[in-house]
């Protein structure tokens, strides 16, 4: 504290300059505010860098397509490609594969389009229902009843080498694009 | 031994003077009438204290990965001993403490405690029962199973509504563009680190804030606070007729905590600890999603909510109730304490208390959900198709495998999703029963690409003979032929619309 005013030797209560003071505490507080600026770097950046990035869709195999029977709903399950080994089970995902006339395929997210629970398949009654809210949609994925604001989420499909494929790997919502 | 003891304290003393900062806390004046209302806010401590202690030592055992956490549990309550008691007490202890919590601010609301000068008391409060939440929710996600899964997928769904940024906001939420380790670390860290520090420290604040503003009076009719000359007066009469905190009210903190304690424990040794429910595999979709009691009333109220601003209000009523919490002791600072006196405060209250309990019990019932398995499980009852024709009795098949079931109760089994049908075919003439089932509506879906004409048939003869005895099937006026001859498939049946 008195090294401020080091020429005056016991009991000087004499106030350091003005000046002085201010010019240190300027530095001071110019070099914490850099310093918490580069530290806040990686804090602020691993806390939001999964809002950054952009994280891409890959083409999925769901197995050969005659797994698949014309007529029926089924359900395949896939790992989700770039996940890491920390991730476990969810890890995977599952989709309703409707398989249609002409090697044609719809498939579907599990996920309900009201708050995304798991929805089920009837095949007698050609119904997904869902467990949380009551969702309810027809085979197509379209909305049937419920509180869903709109249809089933569709994931985008091809046919290679006799193979089924869908494009996906984030999970769906209403903001996602699956 | 005393002697020794009391030297040792006194060397103690003369260092540090941490009896000489205590003393006067715990022997500051409290008013004689605060008696048994006020022991709520010490059990909500004391259950913090022990979530912080149990909290601990499940971390020694729990593995924060998405990979092993559900199997962490499994051995922590099948090989650890004690373990499951561990595990038990901390899931109770949470309940308690949310519920005391509750119970604590009830009080504080009716007893109008939080007018001048303790708004900042209860403001502090309000986030504490934010992070008292918070804490509930993100333990819940520990659990790794699926309810917690699926939960993360119903916050993930929510948050991904927010315009503009939702989509973002949801993938810092998980950490990652799906529910998985990340998620898992991020909830941990917030569930282990964040939230318990932060309720620390705004516990202290609380504190700090009673201490200078004292415990309030029991509210009597006439005595208004004025903040004028609030402070002066409260000080004189807790001069004149206060006692000390500790040991006049301390003892009945002390009584009420021991017993909720050993309530508690008794709670978790008869019913053992909470979950893990299924193995979190996003694959088996035969989960049945439900979250912990404190979030069940807002689970049945995303049932409820009007479609059209269903979003608006997920988005916008969190804030909004928030804010309002904490606005509310600045609105009304002065006045009146005592509950005859504020019949407003007192009918907001008593309505907002209603609609929750109601609202967490339609969350357990959800009558709203189908049964997803009602339509193989629960049998078309037997006096119900004693005495059918046969195609009846085929209609009564339909019923069960078109998932009728899932939705629709036949004396008293089933959903609840749509009408009990018991009695349907006394409502409903025969056209209406063949329209409701082709063309749906108001939250039934639409059979009529799904159902063959003769499947209709059946199905409509069934409904149709769905009549307590004596009573004759519905008719709508100018129907005539058909009501002459009831149970009786009309001639034509309209086509099913392909």
């Given at each position: 504290m008195n090294d401020g005013c080091a020429e005056c030797k016991g009991g000087c209560d004499q106030t350091p300059p003005r000046s002085r003071r201010g010019v240190m505490f300027m530095i001071g507080a110019g070099l914490m505010g850099v310093g918490s600026l580069v530290a806040a770097v990686p804090l602020l950046g691993v806390l939001i860098a999964p809002g950054f990035r952009r994280y891409g869709n890959t083409w999925i195999d769901l197995g050969a397509v005659g797994n698949f029977p014309m007529g029926q709903t089924r359900l395949a399950s896939f790992a989700i490609p770039g996940s890491n080994p920390n991730d476990g089970q969810t890890a995977t995902a599952a989709a309703w594969v409707r398989s249609m006339e002409g090697q044609k395929f719809q498939v579907f997210a599990v996920n309900c389009a009201h708050l995304g629970c798991p929805v089920k398949w009837f095949q007698q009654s050609r119904l997904f229902m869902c467990p949380c809210h009551g969702g309810v949609y027809y085979e197509d994925g379209s909305r049937a009843s419920g509180p869903p604001p709109r249809g089933l989420f569709e994931y985008p499909v091809k046919v290679e080498n006799g193979h089924l494929l869908i494009d996906a790997g984030r999970l769906p919502g209403l903001q996602e694009s699956v | 031994m005393i002697r020794w003891l009391r030297s040792l304290i006194g060397w103690t003393e003369e260092r540090s003077g941490a009896i000489a900062m205590v003393a006067p806390i715990m022997t500051h004046r409290v008013p004689r009438d605060a008696k048994w209302w006020y022991v709520f806010g010490s059990a909500t401590l004391m259950f913090?204290?022990?979530?912080?202690?149990?909290?601990?030592?499940?971390?020694?055992?729990?593995?924060?990965?998405?990979?092993?956490?559900?199997?962490?549990?499994?051995?922590?309550?099948?090989?650890?001993?004690?373990?499951?008691?561990l595990r038990a007490l901390h899931a109770w202890s949470s309940n308690a403490m949310v519920l005391m919590v509750v119970v604590h601010m009830s009080q504080v609301f009716l007893h109008a405690s939080f007018k001048y000068p303790r708004e900042l008391t209860w403001m502090v409060g309000v986030l504490l029962l934010l992070c008292t939440l918070a804490l509930a929710f993100?333990?819940?996600?520990?659990?790794?199973?699926?309810?917690?899964?699926?939960?993360?997928?119903?916050?993930?769904?929510?948050?991904?509504?927010v315009p503009v940024f939702g989509n973002q906001l949801r993938n810092i939420m998980l950490g990652g563009p799906i529910i998985g380790g990340a998620t898992l670390s991020r909830f941990f860290a917030l569930h282990v680190f964040v939230l318990p520090g932060l309720t620390i420290a705004l516990v202290g604040l609380h504190l700090a804030l009673i201490l200078k503003g004292g415990i309030s009076e029991m509210p009597q009719v006439g005595q208004v606070v004025t903040p004028e000359t609030y402070r002066k007066e409260y000080e004189a009469r807790v001069h004149k007729t206060g006692v000390p905190f500790f040991p006049d009210a301390a003892q009945r903190d002390m009584v009420f905590c021991g017993l909720s304690l050993i309530v508690v424990m008794a709670l978790a040794v008869w019913c053992g600890p909470v979950g893990p429910s299924g193995v979190p595999d996003p694959t088996v979709i035969n989960a049945n999603p439900r979250p912990d009691a404190a979030f069940l009333w807002i689970f049945a109220a995303m049932a409820l909510l009007p479609p059209q601003i269903e979003t608006f209000l997920l988005l916008a009523s969190p804030p909004l109730i928030v804010l309002g919490l904490l606005a509310m002791p600045l609105l009304a600072n002065r006045g009146e304490r005592a509950p005859t006196?504020?019949?407003?405060?007192?009918?907001?209250?008593?309505?907002?208390?209603?609609?929750?309990?109601?609202?967490?019990?339609?969350?357990?019932?959800?009558?709203?959900?189908?049964?997803?398995?009602?339509?193989?499980?629960?049998?078309?009852?037997?006096?119900?198709?004693?005495?059918?024709?046969?195609?009846?009795?085929?209609?009564?098949?339909?019923?069960?495998?078109?998932?009728?079931?899932?939705?629709?109760?036949?004396?008293?089994?089933?959903?609840?999703?749509?009408?009990?049908?018991?009695?349907?075919?006394?409502?409903?003439?025969?056209?209406?029963?063949?329209?409701?089932?082709?063309?749906?509506?108001?939250?039934?879906?639409?059979?009529?690409?799904?159902?063959?004409s003769a499947q209709t048939t059946a199905l409509a003869a069934f409904l149709q003979s769905c009549r307590t005895d004596g009573v004759g099937p519905a008719t709508i006026p100018g129907a005539l032929e058909r009501a002459a001859t009831p149970d009786q498939p009309p001639v034509a049946v309209p086509p099913v619309s392909q």
């Open positions: - | 913090f204290t022990i979530q912080i202690v149990s909290g601990i030592l499940l971390a020694t055992l729990y593995a924060p990965s998405a990979a092993e956490a559900y199997l962490s549990l499994v051995y922590i309550d099948q090989q650890v001993p004690m373990g499951w008691l993100t333990g819940q996600i520990m659990r790794w199973d699926q309810d917690a899964y699926w939960g993360l997928g119903i916050g993930a769904s929510i948050v991904d509504r006196r504020r019949p407003i405060a007192v009918i907001a209250f008593t309505t907002i208390a209603v609609a929750i309990a109601a609202l967490s019990w339609l969350g357990v019932t959800s009558p709203w959900s189908p049964v997803m398995d009602a339509w193989t499980s629960v049998p078309t009852p037997v006096n119900m198709v004693k005495q059918l024709t046969p195609l009846q009795m085929q209609g009564a098949l339909v019923v069960q495998y078109q998932q009728c079931r899932n939705c629709h109760a036949l004396d008293g089994t089933g959903g609840m999703r749509g009408p009990e049908l018991k009695n349907v075919g006394a409502r409903l003439s025969w056209d209406q029963l063949v329209r409701q089932v082709q063309q749906g509506g108001g939250n039934m879906p639409a059979y009529g690409k799904t159902l063959s």
